[in-house]
């Protein structure tokens, strides 16, 4: 049987500059927190950030971190969550010397982990490719599947949307997370993701899920969100002010199957790496992961 695992919303962007990606990775970080537990946010800024607050022994405690690691892996810190350190987090990773990682945990009456982070928000950088960025947000899928359910589906797909209006993304998606830098297409290609296919990723989707994120130039080959709607592959397909557009597969994620993620893949087919898939074998723990298409791109749709 396959285990829960995460969900994952991903927005990647180019760097522009360090002072916008500086203002992008507050507005994703500090939107994810406050949007999708606000009343744990509370909770912790009510006890003045020290995550110890306790009420009679009852293990009703959370923890908000802030980690800060160089790229090149040989240094790491940590910081509590508050305005000052959120921003000093933020301004490491503008500057292009850090990547950051931001885990919202519940403490149990001693002060330690309860299972595992809520959430946990942050943004990869790479020195391989300096020009991209991955915005990411991770939560159990418990947290938003019923009769667990604490996150509204509905909000993670605002928390997207709402950073893929700002800039022209490279790609985006919500679905299950593969545990890996790159997408399950890419993993089929033995590639590492974004930062090894900087080049082509305005040429060719990183992959497709339950919600895509096209760029405006994949967009524009694809016939808009209007053609894209006429597909019949999409429950939604939304412009994007940057001149993208979101499409949405089904109207509820846990129904995307892999025969909604076929009409997908046939859909955005002019716009993939073309080749034939090869899947891997996953060794250990099995997580659900993004239903695959093992077909050749290049055989479906016009390029």
């Excluded at 020290?50 to 923890?63: E, F, H």
């Excluded at 890996?180 to 930062?195: H, I, K, P, R, W």
């Amino acid at each position: 049987m396959l285990e829960a695992g995460w969900l994952r919303a991903e927005v990647d962007i180019d760097v522009p500059d360090s002072d916008l990606l500086t203002k992008w990775t507050y507005a994703w970080v500090h939107s994810a927190v406050s949007r999708l537990v606000p009343e744990t946010l509370a909770k912790y800024e009510s006890a003045g950030g020290s995550g110890s607050a306790r009420s009679s022994g009852v293990p009703n405690g959370v923890r908000i971190s802030l980690r800060l690691t160089t790229l090149d892996m040989s240094r790491t810190g940590e910081l509590p969550w508050s305005p000052s350190n959120l921003d000093k987090f933020c301004a490491r990773i503008g500057g292009g010397s850090h990547y950051g990682h931001c885990e919202v945990i519940r403490l149990d009456g001693s002060g330690e982990q309860h299972g595992p982070p809520t959430i946990a928000v942050g943004v990869r950088l790479s020195e391989i490719e300096p020009r991209a960025a991955s915005l990411y947000c991770l939560l159990p899928t418990a947290r938003v599947e019923a009769p667990t359910a604490t996150i509204a589906m509905e909000d993670i797909l605002a928390l997207t949307r709402a950073m893929a209006d700002k800039c022209n993304p490279l790609y985006g998606s919500i679905g299950y997370d593969v545990g890996e830098d790159g997408t399950v297409l890419e993993s089929a290609f033995n590639s590492y993701g974004l930062f090894d296919d900087y080049a082509e990723v305005r040429q060719y989707l990183r992959g497709y899920d339950w919600v895509t994120v096209l760029p405006a130039e994949i967009a524009a080959r694809l016939g808009g969100a209007e053609s894209l709607r006429r597909s019949g592959a999409f429950v939604d397909a939304q412009d994007l002010a940057s001149g993208g557009v979101l499409v949405r597969a089904t109207s509820d994620f846990f129904d995307y199957s892999i025969a909604d993620a076929n009409q997908v893949f046939r859909t955005l087919a002019p716009c993939l790496r073309p080749g034939m898939p090869v899947v891997r074998e996953i060794l250990g723990v099995q997580y659900r992961r993004p239903p695959l298409v093992v077909a050749n791109a290049a055989e479906h749709g016009t390029r």
